[in-house]
Structures are given as structure tokens and as C-alpha cells.
């Protein structure tokens, strides 16, 4: 089974800073694929941005990116230039590869509270 | 756009009720989910269905049953509610994929209040 951890419960920063918000997972599967999803008041989940395990280019999206560190099992996600529109829950999900293209639930960690502050 | 509805957004259900949990695509995606949300818990997978009448236990399915009839609907059953499984409920949907990853569309959820 695999783990998913984010160690900031919340998170608080002026508008137009830069944040990043950790993710750390624990695995024994090679292929796999990791996700930070986004959920404002809302409550509508949101892909920020994925990443194949297998990739050792940082995904990019916008003012999104990551830094992940496989043999650290780390998959921070950096936010530059934030805005008030960014204030949300955002969740770090792992999923293991199925070669069969089966179903395969998602891992979520606990999430973290962005709030931008004005 | 894909689109996943879930039957509720609110509701209110009695302690030992039969409460069924509805949810809808329309992108005629193979595989649905059900997960429950709670605070400092994140999301928890309930159950999973990857076709039509089939089904997979997740990391959290006691309590709870699942029915998928229709390809486009899979509906999250609680027989006898408790006041335990009061939640916020998601449901998602994915394209089946034996190439690179898609990503699971997830419904408005349905906030479930048991008393």
C-alpha cells in the first residue's frame, strides 16, 4: 500500500508571492504517477498538474510547477506570483501504473489550506 | 467538457436509513469512483467500478455498497446509516488508459448529514 504525506496542515502568503507545498510518498511500485489537485470553497476538485514517474522533467503549468525527487519520494508543488484566486485546499494524490489501463483509485494526503493573502 | 453530477449537493438522512448516492458521466468513461472527504483526513476511497456491473472494494468500503446497472451511472448505497458516515461524498470518473495516465474527473460532491 502507499502513503501519502503533506506536513503543512496550512499555509498563509501575500498575493503575488511564491509558496511551495510539500508532498513526500512512500512506495514499493517503480511506475507510477503523482497529482496535485486543487479544491476551492467550491468544493469542485481541480488537476493543478500531474507527473509520470518515469518523467525526470519537472512538470510544468503556468505559474504551477513541481519538483519532484523520485529517490526522495518528494513531490513539492511551487506556486509563483500567487493570487487571491489561489486561496483552496490542495491535495497531493499518488496512482500506480496498471499496464492493463485498469481502474485504479487515487492516494490522497490530507491536504493543505493555501490562503492568499490580499 | 466532461461533466459529473452528483445527485445532491446537501443531504440529510436519518440514523439506520437506506441512503443511495447518485453519480453521472457523460463522456462514457469505463472507470467510477466513490470517495469520502473528511477534515484532517483527506479523500479515502471507497469503491471503484472499471465496466458495468463490476465493482472493487476500496480502502474504506464498510458500511457501503455500490451498483453500476449503466455504464454512465454508479450509485454509492449506505444500507443502514450511521452517524459516523456523515461526509462529504465524491464521486470521479477516468478514461480507461493502456497508455499514459488520464486524469479522474471528479463530481460537484454531496455534503450527507446523518442524525
Known amino acids: 500500500a502507499q502513503t501519502v504525506t503533506q506536513s503543512q496542515p496550512e499555509m498563509s502568503v501575500q498575493e503575488a508571492e511564491t509558496v511551495t507545498l510539500s508532498c513526500t510518498y512512500d512506495?514499493?511500485?517503480?511506475?507510477?504517477?503523482l497529482f496535485w489537485y486543487k479544491q476551492p470553497p467550491s468544493r469542485q476538485m481541480i488537476l493543478v498538474i500531474r507527473?509520470?514517474?518515469?518523467?525526470?522533467q519537472n512538470a510544468t503549468e503556468n505559474r504551477f510547477s513541481v519538483n519532484f525527487q523520485k529517490a526522495a519520494k518528494s513531490f513539492s508543488l511551487k506556486i509563483s506570483d500567487s493570487q487571491l484566486g489561489d486561496t483552496a485546499m490542495y491535495f497531493c494524490?499518488?496512482?500506480?501504473?496498471?499496464?492493463?489501463?485498469?481502474?485504479?483509485?487515487?492516494?490522497f494526503g490530507k491536504g493543505t489550506h493555501l490562503i492568499i493573502q490580499p | 467538457d466532461v461533466k459529473v453530477t452528483q445527485s445532491s449537493r446537501y443531504l440529510v438522512k436519518r440514523t439506520g436509513e437506506k441512503v443511495f448516492l447518485e453519480c453521472v458521466q457523460d463522456?462514457?468513461?469505463?472507470?467510477m469512483f466513490w470517495y469520502r472527504q473528511d477534515p484532517g483526513l483527506g479523500l479515502r476511497l471507497i469503491y471503484f467500478?472499471?465496466?458495468?456491473?463490476?465493482?472493487e472494494k476500496g480502502d474504506i468500503p464498510e458500511g457501503y455498497s455500490v451498483s453500476r446497472e449503466k455504464k454512465e451511472r454508479f450509485s454509492l448505497i449506505l444500507e443502514s446509516a450511521s452517524t459516523n458516515q456523515t461526509s462529504m461524498y465524491l464521486c470521479?470518473?477516468?478514461?480507461?488508459?493502456?497508455?499514459?495516465?488520464?486524469?479522474?474527473?471528479f463530481g460537484p460532491g454531496t455534503r450527507l448529514t446523518v442524525t
Open positions: 463522456m462514457d468513461h469505463e472507470n
Open positions: 470521479a470518473s477516468k478514461e480507461l488508459g493502456v497508455r499514459g495516465v488520464y486524469e479522474q474527473y
Open positions: 494524490a499518488f496512482m500506480k501504473h496498471d499496464s492493463g489501463g485498469g481502474a485504479d483509485g487515487l492516494t
Open positions: 512506495t514499493s511500485e517503480s511506475n507510477y504517477y
Open positions: 507527473q509520470e514517474a518515469y518523467k525526470q
Open positions: 467500478s472499471y465496466d458495468v456491473k463490476m465493482k
